[in-house]
């Protein structure tokens, strides 16, 4: 028999062990993004959105903020490619894998999880922002915050972050942790297992 739990039953809060620290947590989460639907609901009352996931991260975001969006919406998504290694973006990003949906006449609403540098946004804006879309604006879970300003701004930002390596909630490291229900910061020794080694972020 497979095991169940009783309907409304709560699971035990439980922080996986890789995890050093607890950012954000799935009450807050919740509560953020139901704040974000309901701005954006206002923002483009009358309109039919086109949001678009930037993937994978942002399938969990877009998920949740789709159904917290009172609009007549169609989903969408993108992928990005970064080419070139190191902890740093190389500053060639591509476009990997398109949209479905055309974006002409459209109002689109990019849904990304971490303004970084901004390099992610500031490319597919360029790049879907010359189709003729009737509005393109951004939305970002997290935004880190670092020395340097980004090259690109987000219209809506969920939450300000330090500058930290984090997981969850759609974010990985080396494709794990995406499943995580909260955003927390990865222990350093899982990327560090020898002290010398760094993050290589890759995007979505
Ligand atoms: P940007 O192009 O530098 O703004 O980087 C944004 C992308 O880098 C995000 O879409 C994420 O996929 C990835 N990224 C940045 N910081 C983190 C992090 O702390 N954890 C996991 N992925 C990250
Ligand atoms: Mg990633």
Redesign the pocket.
């Known amino acids: 028999m497979p095991r169940q739990q009783a309907a409304g039953a709560r699971r035990p809060a439980r922080v996986h062990p890789d995890v050093e620290e607890v950012l954000v947590s799935r009450r807050a989460l919740a509560r953020r993004v139901a704040e974000l639907g309901r701005q954006i609901t206002a923002d483009y009352a009358g309109r039919e959105l086109l949001l678009v996931g930037?993937l994978r991260?942002?399938a969990v975001f877009v998920a949740d903020l789709a159904r917290a969006i009172d609009l007549p919406l169609r989903l969408d998504f993108v992928s990005?490619a970064?080419y070139g290694a190191g902890t740093?973006?190389s500053g060639d990003?591509r476009v990997e894998q398109d949209l479905r949906e055309p974006v002409a006449g459209r109002h689109l609403l990019l849904v990304?999880?971490?303004?970084?540098?901004?390099?992610?946004?500031?490319?597919l804006d360029a790049t879907l922002g010359a189709r003729g879309p009737a509005s393109l604006r951004s939305v970002v879970l997290?935004r880190?915050h670092r020395g340097t300003p980004?090259?690109?701004t987000a219209d809506y930002v969920g939450f300000t972050v330090p500058d930290?390596?984090?997981?969850g909630y759609g974010?990985?490291?080396a494709q794990r942790y995406r499943n995580l229900p909260y955003v927390g910061v990865?222990r350093p020794s899982i990327y560090q297992p020898m002290g010398g080694l760094t993050?290589t972020?890759?995007?979505?």
């Open positions: 930037i991260g942002a990005a970064s740093e973006s990003v990304d999880t971490v303004l970084d540098t901004g390099l992610t946004l500031h490319v997290l880190k980004p090259l690109h930290r390596f984090v997981v974010l990985d490291y990865l993050v972020k890759s995007i979505g």
